[in-house]
């Protein structure tokens, strides 16, 4: 049995490690090129790692696909659907043995800088800001939407766009993953319920409430759409960015097993 004693090089591989756990102790991550060394930053189980990429998955993006299916249609939609979802599959796999192979990577940019050097390294890094400042932005004017309306639209909707962005600058400086695990199950919970209410409240509807009151009316069900150029790849766009194949790679660095969690 190795040693327990704090600041000893520890492989998290090793079964003793729920001792650790128990008299609260950290260690040293056994990990070439690792940058989280201590054990605190790995720790995330298999269950918390899976409850995160679903979120990632099940973002606020698939609150998008009706949209995206009425202009792409039903059945270009459910293949640009299903076949990005077996892309980022497959990027996940990809992934996965890329971060097996060499342990200091961390992120996006660390991989392009492993492919392409410095320079590639820093333009994955931007636009990884670039694309989660937006995708932070969406999801500032979704809350404050929702807030609006909690509120009966009595605060101007700037001020609940403040309030979000400053809940989420809060929620965003807790360190590591583990600490965050309630608020992905909440989120992911909340997001879930939402959607089922839909998908049950417009089957107990006999007629949508833009339809005419009186007489047949066409529900606009569009098997093949033919949008333009620019609505295509909007509606294509916002299928891949609700799987967010960007970010697959972090629960992995924070598994505290990373190899029984990335599989």
């Given at each position: 049995?190795?040693?327990?004693?704090?600041?000893?090089?520890?492989?998290p591989d090793r079964k003793d490690i729920g001792?650790?756990?128990?008299?609260?102790?950290?260690?040293?991550?056994?990990?070439?090129?690792?940058?989280?060394?201590?054990?605190?930053?790995?720790?995330?189980?298999?269950?918390?790692?899976?409850?995160?990429?679903?979120?990632?998955?099940?973002?606020?993006?698939?609150?998008?696909?009706?949209?995206?299916?009425?202009?792409?249609?039903?059945?270009?939609?459910?293949?640009?659907?299903?076949?990005?979802?077996?892309?980022?599959?497959?990027?996940?796999?990809?992934?996965?043995?890329?971060?097996?192979?060499?342990?200091?990577?961390?992120?996006?940019?660390?991989?392009?800088?492993?492919?392409?050097?410095?320079?590639?390294?820093?333009?994955?890094?931007?636009?990884?800001?670039?694309?989660?400042?937006?995708?932070?932005?969406?999801?500032?004017?979704?809350?404050?939407?929702?807030?609006?309306?909690?509120?009966?639209?009595?605060?101007?909707?700037?001020?609940?766009?403040?309030?979000?962005?400053?809940?989420?600058?809060l929620l965003a400086s807790i360190q590591t993953?583990?600490?965050?695990?309630?608020?992905?199950?909440?989120?992911?919970?909340?997001?879930?319920?939402?959607?089922?209410?839909?998908?049950?409240?417009?089957?107990?509807?006999?007629?949508?409430?833009?339809?005419?009151?009186?007489?047949?009316?066409?529900?606009?069900?569009?098997?093949?759409?033919?949008?333009?150029?620019?609505?295509?790849?909007?509606?294509?766009?916002?299928?891949?960015?609700?799987?967010?194949?960007?970010?697959?790679?972090?629960?992995?660095?924070?598994?505290?097993?990373?190899?029984?969690?990335?599989?």
């Amino acid at each position: 049995m190795a040693s327990l004693k704090e600041g000893t090089v520890y492989n998290p591989d090793r079964k003793d490690i729920g001792q650790l756990e128990k008299v609260g102790e950290s260690y040293a991550v056994e990990n070439p090129g690792e940058v989280f060394d201590q054990s605190e930053y790995r720790a995330l189980g298999w269950i918390p790692a899976a409850v995160i990429l679903l979120k990632l998955c099940f973002a606020t993006g698939v609150l998008a696909i009706p949209a995206t299916f009425s202009v792409l249609g039903y059945v270009p939609g459910l293949i640009v659907l299903l076949g990005f979802g077996a892309l980022t599959t497959y990027y996940a796999y990809i992934m996965y043995v890329f971060r097996m192979r060499y342990a200091g990577i961390h992120n996006i940019a660390d991989a392009a800088g492993m492919v392409g050097g410095p320079v590639l390294r820093e333009v994955a890094g931007a636009l990884f800001i670039v694309a989660w400042t937006l995708a932070s932005g969406a999801g500032f004017i979704g809350l404050a939407q929702g807030f609006e309306a909690l509120s009966s639209h009595n605060v101007c909707n700037t001020v609940w766009t403040l309030v979000a962005a400053v809940c989420t600058a809060l929620l965003a400086s807790i360190q590591t993953l583990g600490r965050l695990t309630i608020f992905t199950w909440i989120g992911f919970a909340s997001l879930f319920t939402a959607v089922f209410i839909i998908v049950i409240g417009v089957t107990q509807v006999d007629r949508p409430a833009a339809a005419p009151q009186e007489g047949p009316f066409d529900i606009d069900v569009v098997t093949i759409g033919a949008p333009a150029v620019a609505p295509g790849l909007t509606a294509a766009v916002n299928i891949f960015g609700q799987l967010s194949p960007g970010l697959l790679v972090h629960a992995n660095i924070h598994a505290r097993h990373y190899r029984d969690e990335s599989a």
